[in-house]
Structure formats: C-alpha cells, structure tokens
Nanobody, 121 residues
Framework: QVQLVESGGGFVQPGGSLRLSCAAS????????MGWYRQAPGKQRELVAS???????NYADSVKGRFTISRDNAKNTVYLQMNSLKPEDTAVYYC???????????????WGQGTQVTVSS
C-alpha cells in the first residue's frame, strides 16, 4: 500500500519560514513527478511547485523567489522550503506523486493527507 505522509506545517508570523516534507512509502518502482499543491478556504486547489525525477522544477508565479522545492530520490521524499511567508500563503498544503507501484505497469497519482500552514501576526 503506497502512502504519502506530509509533515512540517504549522503557525508562523509573516516573513517567517517553514519547511514541509513528504515521504512516499510502500512498494514503489519509480516516481516521476512530485509536487506541492495548496488549498485555501473557499478557493480551488492550486499548484505551488513541482519537480521531476531529473530535478527540473516548476513554480507558481506567486511563490517564485520565496519557495524552493527539492527531492531526495533515495528516500522518495520531496521538500518545500518556504521563506518570506505571507498571510496569503495560508492554506492546507498537499503533496502528490506520480508513481508506479510494484506490480503495476502504469503510473498513478497519489496524494498526501494535507498539512495546515497558517501565516498570521
């Protein structure tokens, strides 16, 4: 059974930093893309950042220059370093991974359970 488990959310003041982690566990053959999404109250879920297995990254315009996504392929883990946080970054953050579980020939998309990030003074 493949699972994605996030950690690192919390409460921070504007201008502060947080680091999110998301570890994929279970019998996994390969992971292609890993990413972070967020959903604020009353809004649709939106892409924050993504990273492919080779390391190429993609960011939402709203977080460019402030957030950095990285991954450790040996640990099947993706990270999101968030600096200069703003109140508008407040949301539930979800990680996802496009991966091939053992015993399957195709890639499937898996999601974590989400972690709350609150930025407020």
């Amino acid at each position: 059974q493949v699972q994605l488990v996030e950690s690192g959310g919390g409460f921070v003041q504007p201008g502060g930093s947080l680091r999110l982690s998301c570890a994929a566990s279970g019998s996994i053959v390969s992971i292609n893309v890993m990413g972070w999404y967020r959903q604020a109250p009353g809004k649709q879920r939106e892409l924050v950042a993504s990273i492919i297995s080779g390391g190429r990254t993609n960011y939402a315009d709203s977080v460019k220059g402030r957030f950095t996504i990285s991954r450790d392929n040996a640990k099947n883990t993706v990270y999101l370093q968030m600096n200069s946080l703003k109140p508008e970054d407040t949301a539930v953050y979800y990680c996802n991974a496009n991966l091939r579980p053992s015993g399957r020939l195709v890639f499937d998309l898996y999601w974590g359970q989400g972690t709350q990030v609150t930025v407020s003074s």
